[in-house]
């Protein structure tokens, strides 16, 4: 999760990537991987402006039953730590509650990460008990306790439905201290600019939640918008590319570089191919240079292993950073 040490600046602001690392001596390489996360499809109920996969309700790709098997198949016999779902909504996948009740025996944690409003819209409630069974933690995108940003970056209406689920959730256990369900809330800005401290973030999320709305939860991360999909549109469109990559590599930080999530983690598409990050997945980046796919991978990538790079990967380790 998001480091705090001081940024050292860089002034060599056109450098790409990967010659800051040289630069610096430093290289990107994997260490144990302990952590299989799954995209389950780019469809979802929004369009939001920051989406690095550009995912929303016209998006048809999905992961099918044939492709779940497979994920399962690999899990068995790798027996990783923390298996991560995403999407997308993975709500809306048709067999999303297979995959889950199969994933659930074969590692310690299972994360199901969520927007709020497909729970809220598709009336999962059957959903919602299978993950209270499960024990899954849910992590759920909330960017803001003020209506108008979180309106701004994901939509009219939706700010409403994230409050009637996160009471929903608390109602059912979830962010109760002592339940063993764990619902953690992600923010990241609006905008083309880095996000606020963490640790202050989080009290004053946690303040204005409770106060306002008698809602409670675990832990806020907080994360910069990737310069990829939707977003990097968006950056084009508006102007403001060139001044938020500029941003980004004068924040480089290399305390960073040993926690991203990459060096502990794969990533497994809707389609079954490997990708060292669900970013390089929206970059068409390979892990290991070449399309692999799940039903071929039977073991990890070794330690030391290179992890596939780009400019983007600055959003990773800008400030506080992304692990």
Known sequence: MPLEPACIENTATELTFGEILDQQGLNLKRGKTATLQINTGFLCNQACRHCHLEAGPLRTEVMDRQTMEAVISHAQKVKYEIIDITGGAPEMVPDIDFLMESLRPLCGKLLFRSNLTALFECDRNDLLELMKKLKVSIISSFPSTNEGQTASQRGKGVFANCLIMLKKLNRNGYGKEGSGLELNLVANPSGAFLPVSQCSAEKQFK?????????????????????????????????????????????????????????????????????????????????????????????????????????????????????
Request: aromatic content about 14%; proline content about 5%; hydrophobic content about 40%.
């Open 207 to 323: 303040r204005d939640l409770a106060r306002k709305w008698d809602i409670t939860f675990n832990n806020l991360y907080t994360f910069a918008n990737m310069p990829l999909g939707r977003f990097k549109s968006w950056l084009l469109s508006s102007g403001n590319y060139d001044q938020y990559m500029k941003k980004l590599r004068d924040n480089f930080n290399p305390e960073t570089i040993d926690g991203l999530m990459c060096r502990s983690l794969i990533s497994v598409g809707w389609d079954g191919t490997i990708y060292d990050c669900d970013f390089n997945q929206a970059a068409a980046l390979f892990l290991g240079g070449s399309k692999q796919h799940v039903a071929d991978f039977t073991a990890p990538p070794p330690e030391g292993t290179p992890i596939a790079i780009g400019d983007h990967c600055f959003a990773c380790t800008a400030g506080a950073g992304f692990t």
